[in-house]
């Protein structure tokens, strides 16, 4: 049996649904890119973090990591500290207001959750569609 042709609008809504999900995070501040929200967490999780390591982490170049952060210290969401033991490195660090910003989040359990073999599926595509953009970096498991 031969299988079913993709949707023609499946690109379409794969761009539509990413932007969707970014608005529905926080859709009173749309200046908070998904970028800005992953410095966000990093910074809560794992403490200061210095821009060359968020750059790595978030798999984006320092130029972007900087314009991210004298965003997010413009809100007061972070504060850049020199680093104790080597007063060279600038760490970012997480401010009460940004820490009250992350806890205002709206809960993921909104969205549907997929089956485990929708979930294989959905998360297959996404990772072929990376891969065929040629920035497949990071994405670990099989295609």
């Known amino acids: 049996m031969p299988a079913a042709p993709v949707p023609a609008d499946l690109p379409r809504l794969l761009v539509r649904t990413g932007r969707a999900v970014a608005r529905a995070r926080r859709p009173d501040d749309p200046g908070l ?6 410095v966000l967490v990093l910074v809560d999780v794992h403490g200061p973090c210095a821009h060359r390591d968020l750059a790595v982490a978030l798999d984006v170049a320092p130029a972007t990591v900087t314009a991210v952060v004298d965003g997010l210290e413009r809100r007061g969401h972070v504060t850049r500290v020199r680093d104790e033991r080597d007063r060279r490195v600038v760490r970012v660090a997480l401010t009460a ?4 910003r992350l806890a205002d989040e709206p809960p993921a359990d909104r969205l549907p959750q997929p089956s485990p073999a929708e979930a294989e599926v959905v998360r297959r595509y996404l990772v072929s569609v990376l891969v065929a953009l040629g920035d497949g970096r990071g994405v670990e498991g099989p295609v």
């Open 97 to 100: 207001t940004g820490r009250a």
């Open 33 to 38: 890119s998904p970028t800005a929200r992953a």
